[in-house]
């Protein structure tokens, strides 16, 4: 089932910004990381998919074929979203803004959210002003996350999180996605985190998209050596180049593997957008 399809979806301001013919989509228990220097159309993009902005041509459906023209209570009802700056009532308390916020949805889990309160060590009767921008980001997870959505958007989520509640955060994906059957749009500078979560990976260049990467097919091939090009049908004619530093592979295309571009093969322990750049490009 298609939780999220898109489709030439365009969105211009102009010659050369906005996002243009934009094609993905996501299914049941998938997460794309969206990746992408400042600029390169990811908030316009995201905007677009939750109708907060209007785009000029294109297609979007939501949950096998529904739109927000004709389906918005229903959709919001399946989608929780963490933006990159959480808009919360900063004279409220905690629980008030719980309260609050929980008497929209239908399928709002009392106990979920009193462990995911617990979890992220939130004391519900704290003011929303006195506390830290990390401790606003894990009330946000918590209001996106206790109606049990579908499907999570979520935009630098993990920024201003100490490692800890990182790690937390990643385990609470890895259940929401496998255990649940859901999906995740999941946007992040930090390769560390596509790396633990994302099934696929999408860049972003100047709004199009510049790479659309199956990270199953990319973890087949980590550190690969030469002993073990023929066990993975690469066959060695196709190496263009090896970097003996890295042990990675420049691989022409191969279609038995699906691959319909040239490939290099590594990954390593990147973590920011210029390092992946480095090590997966299209030649």
């Known amino acids: 089932m298609n939780l999220l399809q898109v489709e030439s979806l365009t969105k211009s301001f102009g010659k050369s910004k906005g996002i243009f013919n934009i094609d993905m989509s996501i299914t ?17 993009l995201i905007k677009s998919l939750l109708a907060r902005l209007k785009y000029d041509s294109g297609n979007i459906t ?5 739109s ?5 209570e229903s959709i919001l009802q399946k989608i929780g979203y963490v933006s990159d700056e959480p808009i919360l009532f900063e004279t409220e308390t905690i629980s008030s803004m719980v309260n609050w916020v929980s008497k929209f949805y239908i399928n709002w889990d009392i106990d979920y959210q009193k462990w995911l309160m617990d979890k992220f060590q939130l004391d519900p009767s704290d003011k929303i002003a006195t506390l830290s921008r990390g401790m606003k980001r894990k009330l946000s997870l918590l209001l996106a996350l206790s109606y049990r959505p579908q499907f999570l958007v979520l935009d630098e989520a993990s920024s201003g999180l ?7 955060l990643m385990e609470i994906l890895v259940d929401f996605v496998s255990e ?18 994302a099934t696929d990976l999408l860049i972003l260049n100047h709004g199009k998209i510049s790479e659309q990467i199956n990270l199953s097919t990319l973890d087949q091939f980590r550190n690969l050596n030469k002993q073990e090009l023929n066990q993975n049908n690469i066959d ?11 042990d990675s592979y420049l691989v022409q295309n191969n279609p038995s593997l699906q691959m319909s571009n040239d490939l290099f093969i590594q990954l390593g322990e990147s973590t920011d957008l210029r390092d992946l750049y480095n090590c997966v490009r299209i030649s």
């Open 68 to 72: 927000f023209d004709k389906n918005r």
């Open 236 to 246: 060695p004619k196709s190496i263009k180049y090896f970097d003996e530093k890295t």
């Open 162 to 168: 100490d490692p800890e509640t990182r790690d937390d």
């Open 28 to 44: 049941k228990g998938k997460v794309l990381a969206l990746m992408g220097s400042n600029g390169a159309g990811k908030s316009t």
């Open 180 to 197: 649940q059957n859901n999906g995740v749009l999941y946007v992040t500078h930090y390769l560390e985190e596509v790396e633990k979560i």
């Open 62 to 66: 939501w949950f096998n074929n529904q």
